[in-house]
């Protein structure tokens, strides 16, 4: 350790330095990383290419934005047979990233779980056991619900709280997409 | 400080002071991330950049930083090291970003990050203070994949073997079995076990530290009462 004592200007002095050498350090770092995120994201294409990819609405040969945000329709050929959607929801942990896929009557055609932070083991079974999911095709909005409450969704043993809020999520998600076709 | 050889600190940091096992230090991440041998090897090499860059840049400051303000000093240093290895793997290792979640960024207040800067890497010469963040990383990673191996072994009854490894050009994590030379090895190794979920939990995380620490325990009080007896005391 220095034995000699600094002088407040001297401490002050170093200090910025010491910032200004990790602000230097870090902006490198930031620029790199950033490009490499852009990469991935024009990989990944935009939310009408995931929806696709992802095959919420099996049939869909391609999305359209369907004018707002959230929403995409989806495509047959050229026939409209439903609606595809990616959003944010609550999770039990924290947000909970969904991707929806619904009929022209707003029934459910499929679910995924894009990304999720839920307790390992227990609550990330919502995006691990792909039976929860498939539970929720053919499914229409009066019976989003976890059976515990009259729905026709079986939460996960042991993780109801993260089922309950991927089954409020969805029911969410479609209520936007109903909001913004109509 | 007496003067030792770099591979003696080396092993120091991994037995003499092993960061989990002997100084109980950074249970915080161990509890959380040790849920699978996959998520523990992250960690470990997110520990070990973040470890190894303050050890050297504090060692190299250390007649510059002023006594007054060294813990802010220390924080700066790891800040911007943790801070660039959570942009490296966000952009990089994006599965492992997600897994590792919060603990990554949490490596920033990680007791033993700071502790090995106040303790060894401001008082010594940069040589030591590598070899000192290389025994002590090797130790916490020691710590988290045993106890990431034991809980994903016990709480899910299988066993994922993942290395870093570049496959078709993508830097990730992939199956032991998929990179050439370990094809015999099984992905996952299946146990016939009940799988007891409790020990992908904290409280299973909990039990798992307090069963090593026994053996750990036990295994330095035998070597004890051996030397005690060769110094001739009646035990």
């Known amino acids: ?182 | 400080m007496a003067k030792k050889s770099f591979v003696g600190e080396i092993i120091r940091g991994i037995i003499k002071d092993n960061p989990v096992f002997v100084l109980v230090l950074g249970l915080c991440p161990v509890l959380a991330v040790s849920t699978s041998f996959a998520n523990a090897l992250g960690m470990a090499m997110a520990f070990t950049f973040v470890m190894l860059g303050s050890n050297i840049f504090v060692s190299l400051l250390r007649k510059q930083i002023p006594p007054g303000v060294r813990i802010p000093i220390f924080i700066l240093i790891i800040c911007t090291f943790v801070t660039m290895i959570d942009m490296i793997l966000e952009a990089f290792l994006p599965p492992m970003y997600e897994a590792l979640g919060i603990f990554v960024p949490l490596i920033v207040v990680n007791c033993i990050v700071i502790g090995r800067a106040e303790a060894f890497a401001n008082r010594n010469p940069v040589l030591p203070s590598i070899a000192d963040g290389i025994g002590i990383s090797i130790g916490f990673a020691a710590a988290l994949m045993l106890l990431g191996t034991i809980r994903e072994i016990l709480g899910t009854g299988a066993l994922k073997l993942m290395m870093l490894w570049s496959k078709d050009g993508e830097l990730g994590f992939y199956p032991l079995s998929d990179i050439p030379g370990f094809s015999f090895v099984p992905n996952p190794i299946e146990f016939s076990i009940e799988p007891a979920t409790v020990m992908v939990t904290p409280p299973g995380a909990f039990l798992t530290i307090a069963a090593l620490m026994l053996l750990f325990k036990i295994m330095s009080d035998r070597k004890r009462m051996k030397q005690l007896k060769k110094e001739g005391y009646e035990i």
């Open chain 1, 1 to 182: 350790m220095a034995e000699t004592k600094d002088s407040t200007v001297m401490i002050l002095v170093k200090l910025t330095l010491i910032a200004a050498v990790a602000a230097v350090v870090l902006t490198a770092t930031y620029g790199v990383t950033q490009e490499q995120l852009a990469k991935l994201a024009e990989a990944a294409g935009g939310p009408d290419k995931q929806l696709l990819k992802m095959g919420v609405v099996p049939d869909a040969t391609k999305f359209k934005s369907a004018g707002g945000e959230l929403c995409y329709e989806a495509y047959d050929g050229s026939d409209l047979i439903g609606y595809g959607a990616m959003a944010e929801v609550q999770g039990m942990q924290d947000i909970i990233t969904l991707a929806v896929g619904v009929d022209t009557d707003f029934v459910v055609t499929g679910v995924v779980v894009v990304s999720q932070k839920e307790t390992p083991g227990i609550g990330d079974l919502i995006k691990k056991d792909e039976g929860f999911v498939a539970q929720f095709a053919g499914v229409g909005l009066d019976g989003l619900k976890l059976s515990d409450d009259g729905g026709e969704i079986d939460g996960i043993s042991g993780a109801t709280i993260s089922s309950g809020y991927v089954t409020a999520g969805v029911v969410e998600i479609i209520g936007k997409m109903q909001q913004e076709v109509s």
